[in-house]
């Protein structure tokens, strides 16, 4: 996965899953300072990814597009949460 620039002023998200060819999903639109909508209308799914950070702590993903004929969306809702390390795993 990137984000980045793909010719002057176009914001583009990429992937490639599982070593297939790259898929170039450009930012549609930015409504807020905390949200991004990726598309990529020619692909059936996801033709849209979109990235809302809604706190500090709290990150929300969704993809949607069209899955076996019907409009479908999944959510990707993230916290972040502390990592507490063992000793022996920061010593290494």
């Known amino acids: 996965m990137?984000?980045?620039?793909?010719?002057?002023?176009?914001l583009a998200y990429?992937?490639?899953p599982s070593g297939q060819p790259p898929v170039v999903?450009?930012?549609?639109?930015?409504?807020?300072?905390?949200e991004f909508i990726f598309?990529?209308?020619?692909?059936?799914?996801?033709?849209?990814?979109?990235?809302?950070?809604?706190s500090e702590r709290i990150l929300h993903a969704s993809i949607s597009g069209s899955?076996?004929?019907?409009l479908t969306t999944i959510a990707f809702p993230?916290?972040?949460?502390r990592c507490e390390a063992s000793p022996?795993?920061?010593?290494?």
């Open 14 to 16: 990429i992937v490639q």
């Open 88 to 92: 022996l795993a920061r010593a290494q």
């Open 67 to 70: 899955l076996k004929g019907k």
């Open 25 to 34: 999903f450009n930012l549609l639109r930015q409504d807020k300072p905390n």
């Open 78 to 81: 993230m916290t972040r949460s």
């Open 39 to 54: 598309a990529n209308l020619d692909n059936d799914f996801p033709s849209r990814i979109i990235y809302r950070h809604d």
């Open 2 to 10: 990137q984000i980045r620039l793909t010719e002057p002023g176009q």
